[in-house]
């Protein structure tokens, strides 16, 4: 059983939606990871968190400690938000990754 | 300020060969961590190296080493190579002290064993 759960696999929207990708957690943490993965490979962070919600532009992360449970949304989705997104927890020094949710956004 | 870099960003090699692919950290950091990520999966952490020296490691066979030199940079290693090594190699940096570890990852290595 992987430590990090991710849903759905695979997404396609049309521009302008609103995206929800979850993640759900098994381990104890000391912080969930958004990152985004474009085709190529490279990573980046989009959000580190350990309660609450944050936000940046468009894109919301919220976390639920108790739940264990995460949530990445995005508003007004454009084409240039296809990737792919990755939930991420820490606890201590090690990192266990989802496999991540693809995301198609189509104009 | 460079972010993390790699190299190379792409690599062709045979099974058996030796393949060695190299990580320099974000300035400041003083943590690289390895990962392998094959395609559409999630990243597997391979080890994790601080003070020149290998603190943590995955799930992975003795085939897989690496290396820290003192400017912080990274190398890791992989002999006799297999079909299924090929896959994105990420090498992520942080600093050891760093409340929650953020890492920051480099572009990745793709490595081919055909």
């Not at chain 1, 490979?41 to 995460?70: C, D, P, Y």
């Not at chain 2, 390895?34 to 559409?40: C, I, N, S, V």
Request: glycine content about 10%.
């Amino acid at each position: 059983k992987n430590e990090v759960e991710q849903s759905p696999q695979n997404l396609t929207a049309q521009e302008g939606e609103f995206i929800t990708i979850n993640c759900s957690y098994s381990v104890g943490i000391s912080a969930l990871h958004w990152l985004q993965q474009h085709p190529g490979g490279g990573i980046v962070s989009l959000f580190m968190l350990s309660s609450g919600k944050k936000k940046h532009g468009r894109l919301i992360a919220t976390i639920n400690i108790q739940e264990k449970h995460s949530s990445l949304h995005i508003t007004a989705s454009h084409p240039r938000d296809s990737a792919v997104y990755i939930c991420a927890v820490s606890f201590g020094n090690q990192f266990y990754f989802g496999t991540g949710t693809s995301l198609t956004v189509i104009p | 300020d460079a972010g993390v870099t790699q190299s190379p960003t792409h690599l062709i090699k045979t099974r058996g060969q030796q393949v060695t692919l190299r990580c320099s950290p974000k300035s400041g950091h003083d943590t690289v961590s390895w990962y392998q990520q094959a395609l559409g999966q999630g990243p597997q952490f391979i080890f994790q190296y601080y003070e020149e020296e290998e603190r943590q490691r995955g799930n992975f066979p003795d085939r897989f080493s690496g290396h820290q030199f003192p400017n912080y940079s990274s190398e890791l290693n992989v002999n006799a190579l297999l079909l299924g090594d090929s896959a994105l190699y990420l090498c992520a940096s942080s600093l050891r002290s760093g409340r929650y570890n953020e890492q920051f990852f480099g572009p990745g290595t793709r490595l081919t064993v055909l």
